[in-house]
């Protein structure tokens, strides 16, 4: 593999009984989850023994300032003193009980108080099967096959959501993954973002066959794309008009754009929301909840089956209960005043260092670096970025030690714990590393 001379990528790599090797021996590409394994920076996996805050150290004692926060997960900063108490407190009453257990409700209300569009939720162990179940439910509501999505979205790799559009407006979804069958992947359509024709179309051409829209409310997953103006309201209206769920996918945005969610930010209510990574503290999570009427449809109160050995594990229960502890209003003020200054800091980087071919899309406290000319407004606009270019300069970050999201199609996910100094470092080595 091509790798900067200048990234340092440390002596792991070199020793084939190193863990690098042995995992690469072990699993797909080294890893548990695919981009993990830093290919499309072209750039070796990091392996990681700690976090500190808003630090992470790898195997080959190397710390970096972590932007890569989990993935979404760790918005307090990494090992958070309460987080960790509560965690070791709860481990000395055993762990998956088989039964209901009082963290679970404890939990619950606070997600409820938080977010009152969940009437009702359920847990689950991971934001795939939350969106799975969610739109079960929507199908089991409406009697109705057709799911909407969009391109660039992501929705957690159940077989459904691994779909690409078709050739052609509002035709059925063809499958994005190997494996995935095309009857199934033919029950989406992906529609082109922020885009309110195709939108009108397709349930021109679908009338009473959608059971739900499902949205990022703010795209995450191909870099950040914020919705334009009057779109979420749009997505509101048509999907009321037909009798349509429409589905916020909040596993992201949920208690990281302010502890209401999108939902709250933008004045609109779903008919039913998913949650995951900052509900768990850390811990594998899920959660998909709403409107009452829907979630009685859940069994055993309902026809829709859906269950989880180890859903509302008490320990999750326990760090999710404490890092919500955490989510104070002010500290999201706090959070979106230094992401601000961050993303102001690397258009100024940009600019310095003479670069025209970078643009900066903050949505609240989330941000992407986009290696184009224009902020994209689509997925398929987010695909046009250059990505050699983009790897060249996470290589560069990483050997500057800080730890980017290794792909040039996700968010960056700064925390409670990145105070002024890390935004000051982080910056520093972008200045250096958007000149070379
Ligand atoms: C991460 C993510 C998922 C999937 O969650 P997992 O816990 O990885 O299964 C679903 N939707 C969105 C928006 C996500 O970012």
């Known amino acids: 593999m091509a790798v900067d001379p200048a990234d340092d990528t440390g002596a792991g790599i070199a020793s084939a009984a190193g863990p690098r090797a042995r995992a690469a021996d072990l699993f797909p590409g080294g890893v548990n989850s695919p981009v993990r394994a830093s290919r ?16 992470v150290t790898d195997v080959d004692d ?42 679970e409700v404890a939990l619950g209300e606070a997600i409820r108080a938080a977010m009152p569009s969940l009437e009702r939720l359920r847990f689950t162990s991971s934001g795939t099967e939350a969106v799975m179940s969610a739109l079960r439910l929507a199908r089991a ?33 063809v499958p994005a993954s190997a494996g995935v069958p095309a009857v199934v992947a033919a029950t989406t359509l992906v529609l082109p973002w922020n885009d309110p024709d195709a939108l009108r179309e397709a349930f021109r051409v679908h009338p009473d066959a959608i059971a739900a829209v499902i949205v990022e409310p703010i795209i995450a997953n191909s870099g950040v794309i914020p919705p334009a103006a009057g779109w979420l309201e749009t ?10 769920l429409l589905v916020f996918d909040e596993v992201i945005t949920g208690f990281r754009l302010g502890r209401g969610g999108a939902q709250a930010r933008f ?22 909840g709403g409107r009452a009427d829907l979630m009685t449809l859940v069994a055993p109160d309902g026809p829709m089956y859906q269950a ?35 993303a102001a800091g690397l258009w100024e980087a940009a600019r310095d260092a003479g670069r025209a071919d970078v643009s900066v899309v903050q949505a609240g406290p989330l941000l992407t670096l986009f290696m184009a000319s224009t902020p994209p407004v689509d997925g398929a606009a987010a695909q046009r970025a250059n990505r050699a270019t983009f790897a060249r ?38 200045r250096e590393a958007l000149r070379t």
């Open 40 to 55: 499309s920076i072209d750039a070796p996996p990091v392996l990681l023994v700690s976090g500190d805050g808003p630090y």
């Open 62 to 103: 190397r710390r970096y300032i972590d932007l890569v926060g989990a993935w979404g997960a760790a918005i307090t900063g990494h090992a958070h003193p309460a987080v960790v108490a509560a965690v070791q407190d709860a481990t000395t009453n055993g762990f998956a009980l088989g039964m209901t257990h009082p963290g």
């Open 141 to 173: 509501a409406t009697g109705r096959d057709l799911v909407v999505m969009f391109e660039g979205a992501y929705h957690g790799h159940s077989d459904a959501l691994l779909a690409s559009a078709g050739s052609g407006l509002a035709t059925l979804g």
């Open 235 to 244: 997505l509101r209206e048509v999907t009321r008009a037909h009798g349509t």
């Open 267 to 288: 004045g609109i209510e779903p008919d039913l929301t998913t949650l995951g990574k900052v509900i768990g503290g850390g811990l594998p999570v899920g959660a998909y």
């Open 308 to 342: 989880g050995t180890l859903a509302g594990h008490p320990l999750t229960m326990a760090a999710g209960l404490a890092t919500l502890a955490e989510l104070r209003p002010e500290r999201f003020v706090a959070l979106e005043e230094r992401v601000t200054r961050l």
């Open 393 to 430: 300069f996470c290589r560069a970050m990483r050997a500057r030690g800080v730890l980017l999201p290794p792909s040039q199609f996700e968010a960056w996910f700064p925390g409670f714990a990145h105070g002024d100094a890390e935004i000051d470092l982080v910056l520093a080595a972008a």
